[in-house]
């Protein structure tokens, strides 16, 4: 992130709090039945997707890495929603996406 203004810029960053995460399970070996059901069940988004830093305060043109983490479960499919507030100004939505597979050999 890069504060452009000539103003001290305070910032929070949240998850969109109506948002909640599907999760599909894939089969590993997925039969007929199994590809027409697929498993789904719903998780708090802040037990898949972390923000870090959360909170902080940018001077005029000084920058500052935000570090988004996905926890991936075994061959799930995550989507969800991060916001950044700014004191005084807009809320900047991000979408967040995370994929992950089996691991087989």
């Given at each position: ?30 039969s007929?039945?199994?590809k ?8 708090p ?5 972390d923000?870090?830093?959360v909170?902080g305060?940018?001077?005029p043109?000084?920058s500052?890495?935000v ?15 991060a ?5 005084g ?7 967040l ?9």
């Amino acid at each position: 992130m890069t504060n452009i203004s000539e103003m001290i810029c305070a910032y929070d960053w949240s998850f969109l709090e109506e948002e909640v995460t599907s999760l599909i399970v894939k089969d590993e070996e997925p039969s007929e039945e199994s590809k027409k059901k697929k498993k789904k069940k719903e998780l708090p988004i802040n037990e898949v997707f972390d923000i870090l830093p959360v909170s902080g305060i940018l001077h005029p043109g000084e920058s500052e890495t935000v570090e988004f983490t996905y926890y991936a479960g075994h061959g799930m499919t995550y989507n969800g929603i991060a916001v950044c507030s700014i004191e005084g100004g807009p809320d900047y939505q991000i979408p967040l996406a995370g994929e992950s597979s089996f691991v087989s050999y």
